[in-house]
Each structure stands twice: as structure tokens, then as C-alpha cells.
């Protein structure tokens, strides 16, 4: 599947399949995940925190009657996928995923099947080209943008290293009114000195990484209603149990996660 070229150089999707415990990645993969580890040696638990939001907030968003998904970034997959835990809300729930490696998408489309009432489309594209993936969606036909979407991109926007304001506006402007955006990504405000060491070897192995501030997060969801508790760590979205995670896992974690809807 992976050239000789592909295999000497880490990629960002299988280092994350890595820290999840999946088996879709290489020794060159292992070798980067190694150096990154020691320099931010939670980085594993950032991973499956964020997982773990990604289940919470689409079960969130299908309970709240979103019936489309547009998951941006999408990886290597992982069970559950985002549109099992949205199809098994609402069977009939139609799952867009968009990844900008065709090898990501060849792994999603030979391991990730919906049911028979919904739908599940691939399509290749670049998150920073964010008007060629709206005009490859509509060109597509499965989702319907003049109707509520949720667009999740979950463990994506820190491997941009510039800023991503543009990016996000486009797409917020293109959301129909009643749509949800849905994003986790890695900051350096809790442990400054781990998350730097560990976004600088992702640059030295040639990998895109830009830890992003709590003002910068926020600043994507500006027009957006904000869905309690706003942008926190994802362990402390909408988690029953919140009372009982010290403020020292946050730090573990170092991500900000938030979910707005278009009014």
C-alpha cells in the first residue's frame, strides 16, 4: 500500500494510530512516536482523551437531531468510527469523511461499512483548501448543505502550523443555519515546556504542528452559540464525573475541545 518514499517519512495519521494502541502503522512511525513521548510522555492519553470527546459529542449531536456529518481529518480508523456511534442514535444518519492522504482513505473505505438506512461517503481533501471540500461535498450528494450539518474535526487543526482563522470562517460562513461545529486540539497553555518540546520534533521530522491558545480556539466559534460548558479540556466536556478529575490532568491532556451551533 505504502511506497518505499511513503515508508522512510513518519506520518501524522499513523503516529496517531500508534498512540491509540492500533496496529496501521510502521517502525519509522514508532521511532517518531518514541522521541515525541519522551519529550511529552502523556501525549498518549491526549490521544484517547480526545477520542473519547469525539464519541460523547457526536452521541451529543445525534441526540440533538443532526441526521449529517462532515468529519474533516478523518485518520486511520479506530472503532468505534464517528458514524457508528452516530448511526446507532439515528440509523438513517448520513457520514461524510475527508482526509487529505488517499492511503488514509483507502484504509477508511476497506474497514469502515454503515447500515442500510444511512449513508457513508470518502472524498480527498485538504482542510486549509476549505472551498474545494465544500464544492467536492456538494458535487457528492450525500449530505445536503442548504440543510444542519455537524463539522467535526477532531485531532486535526494543530498539524497546520499557520494560522487557521480563514480557514474556519469559510467554513462557519458555508454551515445552514442549526449546523454544529465540533473540534479537540492541542494547546500548550497547561504544560508549555512538554507540548513545545514535542510540537518542535513533529517540525524537525518534517511534520506540520502548532499547539493553539484557548483565545485562538474560541476566536473559530466567533458568531457561534456555544455549547456549555464553551472550550474547556475534553475530559471536562459534559462529563458527569467532572468533579472528580484533579486540574493536574489537564496538563496530561493539554487539548481544548468545544461544540457551537449556527443560529
Known sequence: MYSDAQLSQPHPSRI???YLGGKDNYEVDRLAA???LEAWPHIRTAARVNRRFMHRSIQFLAESGIRQFLDIGTGI???PNLHQIAQQVAPAAKVVYVDND???LTHARALMTGNEQGAIAYLQGDVTEPSA???AVQR???LDLSQPIALSMMALLHYIDHSVDDVMATFVEALAPGSYLAICTITADFAPEQV???QEIYRVRKLPAQARGRDEVTGWFAGLDLVEPGVVPPHRWRRAEIAEVPASYDAKVSCYCAVGRKL
Open 16 to 18: 496517531y494510530d500508534y
Open 34 to 36: 518514541a522521541e515525541i
Open 77 to 79: 480508523p479506530t472503532e
Open 102 to 104: 488517499p492511503l488514509v
Open 133 to 135: 471540500i465544500l464544492q
Open 140 to 142: 457528492n450528494r450525500t
Open 196 to 198: 513545545n518540546a514535542a
